[in-house]
C-alpha cells in the first residue's frame, strides 16, 4: 500500500520493540512504550533497563511506591537527567479526575512527579521512574520502521511495570504469534549460536 506512513500505526500505549538487528547500545532488545506520537515527533521510554539506581536515593517520596525492582529505568538517552514517571491506574479510576496525573493511553497514564505521592498512590497498582525518554524528531521515527529497526505492536497496561527479571522483549515478541514469534528466539550473541 503505497502512500501509508511507516509510522502510521504508532500511537500512545504502542510498543516498539527492537528488531534483532538493531545493534545500537541504546536500544538493543528494548521495548519502548509510546507516550506521544505526532507530526512534529515522537516520545517514549524504554521498559526493561533498570539502572543500579534506587528510587530512594533520587525520590525518597516515591521509592516505597514504587513496583519491584524499586529502581530508576534508563527511559533513553536524551535528558537522562529528567524524570518521567508511568502508572497504572486501578480499575475503576477515571484518569481524568485525578490531579497530578494525565492519561496516555487506557489506564496508564503519566504521573507529576511534584505531587504529593500519599495522595495518588491508593488510586494505582503500578508505578514505574524513568531517567531520561527516548525521542525522535518529525518522520525519523517512520524512517527507522521503514528500515526494519523497530516492530510496532500493541502494549498491555502490565508491560509498564514488567519485572525486570522476565525478558519483556522475548515476551512481547512470543505473544503476536507467527511469524514474529519466532524472532523471541534470535540469540543476543549470534556469535555463539
Same mark, same amino acid.
Given at each position: 500500500?503505497?502512500? !501509508?506512513? $511507516?509510522?502510521?500505526?504508532?500511537?500512545?500505549?504502542? +510498543?516498539?520493540?527492537?528488531?534483532? #538487528? *538493531?545493534?545500537?547500545?541504546?536500544? @538493543?532488545?528494548?521495548?519502548? &512504550?509510546? %507516550?506521544?506520537?505526532?507530526?512534529?515527533?515522537?516520545?517514549?521510554?524504554? +521498559?526493561?533497563?533498570?539502572?543500579? !539506581?534506587?528510587?530512594?536515593?533520587?525520590?525518597?517520596?516515591?521509592?516505597?511506591?514504587?513496583?519491584?525492582?524499586?529502581? %530508576? &529505568?534508563?527511559?533513553? $538517552?536524551?535528558?537522562?537527567?529528567?524524570?518521567?514517571? +508511568?502508572?497504572?491506574?486501578?480499575? =475503576?479510576?477515571?484518569?481524568?479526575?485525578? /490531579?497530578? !496525573?494525565? =492519561?496516555?493511553? #487506557?489506564?496508564?497514564?503519566?504521573?507529576?512527579?511534584?505531587?504529593?505521592?500519599?495522595? *495518588?498512590?491508593?488510586?494505582? @497498582?503500578?508505578? @514505574? !521512574?524513568?531517567?531520561? &525518554?527516548? =525521542?525522535?524528531?518529525? =518522520?525519523?521515527?517512520?524512517?527507522? %520502521?521503514?528500515? #526494519?529497526?523497530?516492530?510496532?505492536?500493541?502494549?498491555?497496561?502490565?508491560?509498564?511495570?514488567?519485572?525486570?527479571?522476565?525478558? *519483556?522483549?522475548?515476551?512481547?515478541?512470543?505473544?503476536?504469534?507467527?511469524?514474529?514469534? *519466532?524472532?523471541?528466539?534470535?540469540? %543476543? /550473541?549470534?556469535?555463539?549460536?
Amino acid at each position: 500500500m503505497s502512500g !501509508v506512513r $511507516p509510522d502510521a500505526n504508532v500511537e500512545p500505549g504502542t +510498543l516498539l520493540v527492537a528488531a534483532p #538487528g *538493531l545493534l545500537d547500545s541504546n536500544f @538493543r532488545r528494548t521495548v519502548v &512504550y509510546i %507516550i506521544d506520537h505526532r507530526g512534529e515527533g515522537t516520545l517514549g521510554v524504554v +521498559l526493561n533497563r533498570p539502572s543500579e !539506581v534506587a528510587v530512594h536515593d533520587v525520590l525518597p517520596a516515591w521509592a516505597p511506591h514504587v513496583t519491584r525492582p524499586q529502581a %530508576i &529505568y534508563i527511559g533513553g $538517552p536524551v535528558e537522562r537527567k529528567t524524570a518521567l514517571c +508511568l502508572a497504572t491506574l486501578r480499575p =475503576g479510576e477515571d484518569v481524568d479526575k485525578l /490531579d497530578g !496525573v494525565v =492519561g496516555v493511553h #487506557g489506564p496508564v497514564a503519566l504521573v507529576d512527579l511534584d505531587a504529593d505521592p500519599d495522595q *495518588l498512590t491508593p488510586s494505582m @497498582r503500578g508505578l @514505574r !521512574v524513568f531517567a531520561g &525518554y527516548s =525521542g525522535w524528531g518529525s =518522520g525519523q521515527l517512520g524512517e527507522e %520502521i521503514d528500515r #526494519g529497526d523497530w516492530i510496532v505492536v500493541p502494549g498491555l497496561p502490565d508491560d509498564v511495570t514488567s519485572p525486570a527479571n522476565a525478558d *519483556l522483549w522475548g515476551r512481547v515478541l512470543r505473544r503476536q504469534g507467527m511469524p514474529l514469534a *519466532l524472532l523471541a528466539t534470535h540469540p %543476543i /550473541d549470534v556469535s555463539r549460536n
